[in-house]
């Protein structure tokens, strides 16, 4: 991969061991994938944040770059946490919270916002063809697809890198070629809920792999169901984008029909438990202003029953974008968390097993990362399960 003169030197380490260390991470990811050069990043969103799925061993790295002087380069932002310290890590050891702090003042020191969210496109929106570099899939799926901004699926320390840097290598989507879709999906029956896209995105990851799909028959999209639709695609697979805009591709591509009925057994297949759930979790990912309004419209003059925990993720940002519905949703019994989500903490140590959710995602991850029986359900089915 060809270096400025300036990268170089970054690279031997005359700017400092930090920036080396990161200058290194993408000139070997950028050897590994083929790429030139580096090009510039106008974002960075980091993954690895949570102390439940990062553990003990990457804290002192984290420590070791934030006191050797690292600085992000670009605006860079960070997903979920464990905890949300508000409701949520008075439940837990102390231990957790000071390991979970450590972690979140070291990226800070590092200049990197905790914003503690996988939706940070609802605090700020990256221009069209702008060049990123986040991890967190479903929200670089979201980039590309719905934002048409570009970035691959990076990792926690490639993000980390890149924001160090303010660069990242040119390969994969950062070049228009490769942003074609490879495979025409015909759905048959367009999904009729948010849970339905989610599941029409997991049946078509696990069938093709890291392909990029170009959908046809969704006409009444919206973009809540485009991000349900993404986290699906890149929980069972491995895609960085799909289409949806241009059902007539230029070139014959490989065509795909989707039934109603593989939709229908994707949702039962992602159910494990059909018993009564112990948490009602709502904001996989973390939820828009708008699926606040739905959650506390769909609530409205309930109350959650009393063996029952009724969860609704999102952004500090987006909380208090929502004070109108929050407070119906508080009202009512249910909690609105921020920082955090069912997946990325303990539920399991909150005496949870099982869950019920209207995120395919979810459903796809908690039985292996949470060890729950997990009920997949649309919003409504949710909230009147929660409100008796
Ligand atoms: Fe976000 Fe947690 Fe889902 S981090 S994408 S709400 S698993």
Not at 74 to 83: A, D, E, G, M
Not at 121 to 137: C, F, G, N, R, V
Not at 302 to 310: I, P, Q, R
Request: net charge neutral; proline share 5%.
């Amino acid at each position: 991969m060809y270096l400025t003169k300036e990268e170089e030197k970054v690279y031997d380490g005359e700017y400092g061991w930090a920036n080396q260390v990161a200058m290194k991470i993408l000139v070997r990811l950028g050897d590994l994938f083929a790429a030139t050069k580096l090009i510039p990043i106008k974002s960075a969103h980091i993954s690895g944040v949570s102390y439940k799925t990062l553990g003990d061993a990457p804290i002192d790295f984290l420590e070791a770059l934030a006191n050797a002087g690292a600085k992000a380069q670009v605006p860079s932002t960070l997903n979920p946490s464990s905890l949300d310290f508000d409701y949520l890590a008075k439940n837990f050891p102390k231990e957790y919270r000071t390991q979970q702090l450590s972690i979140t003042s070291f990226y800070e020191k590092m200049g990197v916002k905790p914003v503690f969210t996988c939706t940070p496109y609802y605090i700020s929106k990256p221009q069209p063809d702008s060049h990123l570099a986040w991890a967190e899939s479903s929200a670089s799926v979201y980039a590309n697809s719905v934002l048409e901004s570009w970035t691959n699926r990076e990792g926690g320390p490639s993000a980390l890198a890149a924001a160090l840097i303010g660069k990242t290598p040119n390969y994969g989507v950062h070049q228009a070629e490769n942003r074609q879709a490879d495979v025409q999906v015909k759905v048959e029956d367009e999904p009729r809920n948010q849970m339905e896209f989610g599941a029409l995105g997991i049946h078509v990851g696990k069938l093709l792999k890291n392909k990029i799909p170009v959908f046809e028959g969704l006409p009444n999209y919206t973009d809540d169901c485009l991000k349900q639709l993404g986290a699906g695609l890149a929980s069972s697979g491995m895609s960085t984008m799909f289409r949806y805009k241009e059902p007539y591709a230029e070139r014959r591509l490989e065509t795909v029909s989707i039934e109603k009925n593989e939709i229908e057994n994707t949702v039962e297949s992602l159910s494990t438990r059909w018993e009564t759930p112990d948490l009602i979790f709502i904001g996989c990912p973390h939820c828009s202003l708008n699926e606040v309004r739905n959650v506390a419209q769909a609530l409205e003059g309930k109350k959650v029953k009393e063996d029952t925990k009724l969860w609704v993720c999102t952004s500090r940002y987006v909380k208090g974008k929502a004070e109108k519905h929050v407070k119906i949703i508080e009202k009512a019994g249910g909690h609105v968390l921020c920082d955090t989500c069912a997946v990325v903490t303990w539920i399991n140590k909150l005496g949870i097993d099982a869950v019920m959710t209207n995120s395919a995602k979810t459903a796809y991850y908690a039985p292996t990362l949470n060890k729950v029986n997990v009920r997949l359900a649309p919003l409504n089915q949710c909230v009147n399960t929660a409100g008796g």
